[in-house]
Structures are given as structure tokens and as C-alpha cells.
């Protein structure tokens, strides 16, 4: 092996500048300082040899074996320290002719890091992804509008233009969402006078109930039980019968598939009460707000934080989305939560806002069906009630709503004081 020293140019990828010794007062070469010359070579065999200085005709150019001949085996010797020779000055020192490295942050090594590197597309399963999806929506969103996600099995669009024309559109099968063109051929009947007059009498009994607490939690003593209590009193099942048959096998015989969804509206309703308290400028502008300003606030609510995430549905054929061509027959996960907040159809998407000029919600269709009429009803008189049975309502001092789930999404708890 060559004792020489490396290059200059494979040292200076392997050193930073912070590393290399600075030359001392008793080291540092005057400016017209030349190099020391090569000492000369060693007596040694004069047929071959291992050479230690220069490579003589036959000889390899590093000091190596002459070809064909065996090398001799260099006696071995302790290095002795550099000195400088008499007359020439202090030896060179080597490291400090070496170039130097871009400090951290410069444009020189930021251009470095910027080197493009093979991107996966991030997966809304993945650890973490529960706290804030968001984060990684907007990725997906932007950098891969069309992908396919191992963890959920099937193709993932995110876009809003893709995720609402897949709702609407006949070749995207295997799913139903209430308010969808097949509701407008199944309920024809929809008496919404009679919707309000249940949803009215059971948000009221619900509220009175938990007025008097010095502390309640809206999610489990409100929100999960005003969906049921209308589905209950809208085909006539007593009170107490109401969540054995309402939540059981029976629910969709009583009212309806969509109607019987119950755990949807139940996390819609917990959104929309989380997103209000949680502002108290939105407290004081719906205290007495007229119903359409309500149904306002609750269509900005699904959009900005819909409680299913998630749809799945399957192609019946060939499908172009933005990014490509859905292949027939596979299973496509639909991102309502990525849609929501697309900037390309809502302005300033992240932000809650009331008065929103581009409103837009895809938790339900535009079709007539109790379902949708039921969950707006809910949303409407949930807020009567509640800051008319507790004028002075407010959250817990301390608490702050926090959604979780991947597939729904909802606040588990809604810690509030009744009495302000």
C-alpha cells in the first residue's frame, strides 16, 4: 500500500474547513517559500525493490515491484517528525492548501441539499397523520393528484374537481352518500315540517337536561343522543326504546338507509358545535342569527372539517383524473377532507369563514333526502337550544376541541360550562 498522501481534490471532499489544523507561529511558511525537494531514493537492491522516491525505467510510477521480479521487504522504521530543511524554511504544510468547503447555509451548500431527490407519495395512514391530515392533503394535492396508496389498498384522488366529479358520476360505483340522485327516487315523501317539529322538541329536551351541571360534555350527553332522539321521534319509537332499535339491526327497516346513519351526523354535529364555541366573535354573531345564517355556518363546517374523510368507491371503467387515467375495476379513495381545502376552489381554504362567497360542502349531495334535511335541522335548532337553556355556555377554561380519526373525523369530547 502507498504511504503518499491523498490527492488534494479526494481530501477536500472528506474534510470541512473547521477541520483542518491552522499553522502555528513557528510553522507558517514565508510567501516566497518553495516546497521542500524530494529526498532521494534509498540504497536498496539493484534488481528491483520496493522504491521510496521517484520511479526509475522498469520501476512502477508509485514506488511499487519491478514487473517479474519479487520486491524486497522494506526494513521497517518509525517515521521520523518533519523538520524544516537549513535554509529552505519550515516544511509546507499540505492541509492548508486545501480549498475551501461552503459554510452551512450558504448558497453553495444550500444548492447541494438542493439536489433532486425520489419522492413517495405520503399515505394519510401513516403514523401522525390522525393529529393533522392536513399536512398531508396539501402534499398529495399538489405533488401527486393521482397515486396509489398500499396502506388503503386502492388509488387515492385528492383534488376537488376529481373527488366531486367521482361522487356525481355513474361510473364510480359501490357507494351511496345521502342527498345523492338515487335519494331523489327513494324519498318523495319527505315531510320536513314534521323533520323540524322532531328535531325542535328533541334538541330542547336534550338541553334542559344539562342545564344545570357545572360542567357537561356536549359530545356524550348531546350530540349523541339528538340524531337518534329525532330518527325515534320521527317513526314514532317510545324514548326509552330508542337507542335499542335505533342503533341496532333495525334502524334501516325504521327510517331509511340514509336516515339510519347515525354516526355521521352525530360527528358532523360535534364539529359544528366545536367550531362555534371555539370562536367566541362566532358565539355572539349565532347566538340569535336567523336560520340561514346558521345553515351558512354549518355548510362551512363540513366543508372545512367534514366528518368522513374518506370515501371509497370502484371504477366501472377507464377514468382520466388529474395525474393520469384510473384503470377500470379498482378501488378509489376519495379525499372529501383533501377537497375541502383545495385552493384552486375555495379562497384561503384553511380559514373558517362565515360569510364564504365560494361555499361548497361534499359530506352530502344536493338531492332531497331526510338524512341531509335531518343532520341541517339538528345543526339549527342544537344551537337554539343549547344558548337559549344556557345562555352564558362556554367551553371548560383550559380545553380546546381536538378532532381525531382517519377514515371520520370528530371531536371526542366537548367539555363545556353550562353556566359560563
Known sequence: MSDEPQSRESRSSLLPTSGRPEAGPTEAAPPDARPPEAAPPEAGPTNGGHLKGGHPEGGHPKGGPVLGREPARPSPARPSPARPSPGRGPRRDHWSALPAMAPAGSAAAVAADERPARRVAPSPLEPGATRDPYRTYRVLREEFPLTHDPLLRAWVISRYADVASALADARFTHGHRPGDPPCAETHTDVDEAELRAVAERTAFVLARRIAGRPRADLVADFCHWLPAGTVAAAVGVPYRDMMRLVRGRAASALAGQCTAR????????????????????????????????????????????????????????????????????????????????????????????????????????????????????????????????????RLADGFRPERTGVVTRAPRALIVRPGG
Open 262 to 393: 347515525i354516526s355521521v351526523r352525530e360527528k358532523a354535529l360535534a364539529g359544528f358545535l366545536a367550531d362555534v364555541l371555539a370562536d367566541p366573535d362566532l358565539v355572539e354573531v349565532l347566538r340569535d342569527a336567523p336560520a340561514g345564517l346558521v345553515a351558512r355556518a354549518w355548510a362551512e363546517s363540513l366543508r372545512r372539517e367534514p366528518p368522513v374523510q374518506i370515501m371509497m368507491r370502484r371504477t366501472r371503467g377507464d377514468i382520466h383524473v388529474s395525474g393520469g387515467v384510473l384503470p377500470a375495476g379498482a378501488p378509489v379513495a376519495l379525499l372529501v377532507g383533501a377537497a375541502g381545502r383545495d385552493p384552486d376552489r375555495f379562497r384561503d381554504p384553511d380559514r373558517f369563514d362565515l360569510l364564504r362567497d365560494d361555499p361548497g360542502q361534499l359530506t352530502y349531495g344536493p338531492g332531497p333526502c331526510p338524512a341531509v334535511a335531518l343532520a341541517a335541522l339538528e345543526a339549527e335548532y342544537a344551537l337554539l337550544a343549547l344558548f337559549q337553556a344556557m345562555p352564558r355556555l
